[in-house]
Every structure is written in structure tokens, then in C-alpha cells.
């Protein structure tokens, strides 16, 4: 009997997720992206875009399209969509996994000053460097707006919200990035300081070790903790990679139920709604 996943996220794990499962006999795949970024590239499998309408309008999409398992593999600062997905899946039964690459860890000779948000590097920013170069993503630049003595270089994949800092220059890019690429840029910019979240991952671990070589301070946004409503999920579970992931569905995705037959003397057929 044939299942369907839903993989939540356009992170480089749920793309190559996506096309492991689409490969898989009786297995359909969709990739569900939140719509942020305008060109997202080639997904395998089905995609959808835009929200679901909160935790409610995604149990009704479990149960409307009959899925079997959800994988939560949205970035580690996605914590609206993971408590969302957490209550859908315990509304509906449907097991989950959320699928987190493991954080990054300071090593010998790295200058990092770990803070819990994004007002608080702004707060910090002052006090390590005039010119700063930001990577925390195009949204929450209005937690810098207010710093108009420093020079931002602002890295994104899109254009970045307004508000944001006065003095901004733009760079629009896409990892993997390399260290001798990122060392280059931190130099032809001057960069006294550099702003990233704990995203994990190798794609952009890159900036790190050049700031490390070049002995520039480093703050690191913390990592929001997992919902508590992901705990009440009885057959929720966090794993760190790929390869976890696919052995958890293994053992847990289940194929949906057969809709119920409406009333007999109707004769009517069933009808998703």
C-alpha cells in the first residue's frame, strides 16, 4: 500500500529528503515551502506554496490529502511552523519527525559571544566593532535599524525587509561558501564583526572559520528551543540527518485509513472537501 509524506521546509536536508522519497516505490512526496523565497529551485516530487492557515488548516490538510508522516525539516528558527506541525500531527494522529542539523560548536581560537535573539547582538554590536557584517537572514534587520554609527553588510538569498540599518550595503547570495571567498569579502569589507544565527550545516559554516583566521569576534545567535507541544506528540521525534530520518519513517509512517463510504442509499462517492 502506498504512503505519502509531507516534508515541511526548503532547507538542502529536505531537498535531498524529498528526492530519496520520491524515489522509493509507493512512496508520493510533498515538499510543502512557506513562499519566502521567489525562486526556490527544483523540488522532487509534489510542491505546494504558501501556509496552511496555523496548526488547524494543517490537520485539515493531513486528513484532506492523507498523509501518513510529516518531517519537519524547516530552518532551526522556523519555531512557529514546528509548534504548528506538533499540534496538527497530535490532532490528526499523524506521526512526525522533525529533522534538525546539529548546531555549530565554538573550537580553539574562535571569539564567539552566543546571545538568545536578534536585539540582543544589536545590543552587543557597539561594543565589538563599527563595521558589521550581518547573516542572520533578510528578516529581522528592524532589530539593527536603530544602530546608524555602524556600517552593515547585509548578506541574504532575497532582498531584505525594511526597516533596517541606515548605512547597509547589500549582498545577495546563496551558499555553500567557501573560506577563502569569505575571508577575501571580510577583508575587501573591513569587517570588524560578524553577526550570524546558529544555523548549522556546512553550506555556511564557511564565514566562521574565516573569522576564526582573521581573529574577528563572532555573535552567535542562539538557537530558540523546540515547543513543548512537540513532547505531547506521541510519536514525535528529533533526529540530526537524512539518513535518521528515513529510518524513523521506517518505523512509524503508517498508511492512512480508507475514508469512511458515505450512506448507502445516497450512492454518492466520496468528495474531499
Given at each position: 500500500m502506498s504512503?505519502?509524506?509531507l516534508v515541511?521546509?526548503?532547507?538542502?536536508?529536505a531537498?535531498?529528503l524529498?528526492?530519496v522519497?520520491?524515489?522509493?516505490?509507493?512512496?508520493?512526496?510533498t515538499?510543502?515551502l512557506a513562499?519566502r523565497?521567489?525562486?526556490p529551485?527544483a523540488l522532487a516530487?509534489d510542491v505546494r506554496?504558501?501556509?496552511?492557515?496555523?496548526?488547524?488548516?494543517?490537520?485539515?490538510?493531513?486528513?484532506?490529502?492523507?498523509?501518513?508522516?510529516?518531517?519537519?525539516?524547516?530552518?532551526?528558527f522556523?519555531?512557529?511552523?514546528?509548534?504548528?506541525?506538533a499540534?496538527?500531527?497530535?490532532a490528526t494522529?499523524v506521526?512526525?519527525?522533525v529533522?534538525r542539523r546539529p548546531?555549530w560548536?565554538?573550537g580553539p581560537?574562535?571569539?564567539w559571544?552566543?546571545?538568545?535573539?536578534?536585539?540582543a547582538?544589536?545590543?552587543?554590536?557597539?561594543?565589538?566593532?563599527?563595521?558589521?557584517?550581518l547573516t542572520?537572514?533578510?528578516?529581522?534587520?528592524?532589530?539593527?535599524?536603530?544602530l546608524?554609527?555602524?556600517h552593515?553588510?547585509v548578506r541574504?538569498?532575497e532582498?531584505?525587509?525594511?526597516?533596517?540599518?541606515?548605512d547597509?550595503?547589500?549582498?545577495?547570495?546563496?551558499g555553500?561558501?567557501?573560506?577563502?571567498?569569505e575571508?577575501e569579502?571580510?577583508r575587501?569589507?573591513?569587517?570588524?564583526v560578524?553577526?550570524?544565527k546558529?544555523?548549522?550545516?556546512?553550506?555556511?559554516?564557511?564565514?566562521?572559520s574565516?573569522?576564526r583566521?582573521?581573529?574577528?569576534p563572532?555573535?552567535?545567535?542562539?538557537r530558540?528551543?523546540l515547543?513543548?507541544?512537540?513532547?505531547?506528540?506521541?510519536?514525535g521525534?528529533?533526529?540530526?540527518?537524512?539518513?535518521?530520518v528515513?529510518?524513523?519513517?521506517?518505523?512509524?509512517?503508517r498508511p492512512a485509513?480508507?475514508?469512511?463510504?458515505?450512506?448507502a442509499?445516497?450512492?454518492?462517492?466520496d468528495t474531499?472537501?
Amino acid at each position: 500500500m502506498s504512503s505519502h509524506i509531507l516534508v515541511l521546509g526548503g532547507t538542502a536536508e529536505a531537498r535531498e529528503l524529498a528526492v530519496v522519497l520520491a524515489a522509493r516505490d509507493g512512496v508520493r512526496v510533498t515538499s510543502s515551502l512557506a513562499g519566502r523565497v521567489t525562486r526556490p529551485g527544483a523540488l522532487a516530487g509534489d510542491v505546494r506554496v504558501g501556509g496552511f492557515g496555523g496548526a488547524d488548516g494543517l490537520a485539515s490538510w493531513l486528513r484532506e490529502h492523507r498523509v501518513d508522516a510529516v518531517v519537519d525539516a524547516t530552518h532551526p528558527f522556523a519555531e512557529g511552523i514546528t509548534r504548528n506541525a506538533a499540534l496538527a500531527a497530535t490532532a490528526t494522529g499523524v506521526p512526525v519527525v522533525v529533522l534538525r542539523r546539529p548546531g555549530w560548536r565554538p573550537g580553539p581560537g574562535d571569539r564567539w559571544h552566543p546571545v538568545a535573539s536578534l536585539p540582543a547582538a544589536a545590543e552587543l554590536l557597539p561594543r565589538l566593532g563599527r563595521r558589521v557584517f550581518l547573516t542572520t537572514g533578510r528578516l529581522g534587520l528592524a532589530a539593527f535599524a536603530h544602530l546608524a554609527e555602524a556600517h552593515f553588510v547585509v548578506r541574504s538569498i532575497e532582498p531584505p525587509e525594511p526597516p533596517m540599518p541606515p548605512d547597509t550595503h547589500l549582498l545577495l547570495a546563496r551558499g555553500p561558501f567557501t573560506v577563502a571567498g569569505e575571508k577575501e569579502l571580510l577583508r575587501e569589507h573591513r569587517i570588524d564583526v560578524l553577526v550570524s544565527k546558529d544555523s548549522g550545516g556546512a553550506a555556511t559554516a564557511a564565514k566562521l572559520s574565516a573569522a576564526r583566521e582573521l581573529g574577528l569576534p563572532v555573535v552567535v545567535v542562539r538557537r530558540p528551543p523546540l515547543p513543548p507541544e512537540l513532547t505531547a506528540v506521541p510519536d514525535g521525534t528529533v533526529v540530526p540527518d537524512v539518513t535518521a530520518v528515513l529510518e524513523r519513517l521506517d518505523r512509524t509512517a503508517r498508511p492512512a485509513p480508507p475514508t469512511p463510504p458515505g450512506p448507502a442509499a445516497s450512492g454518492a462517492a466520496d468528495t474531499c472537501p
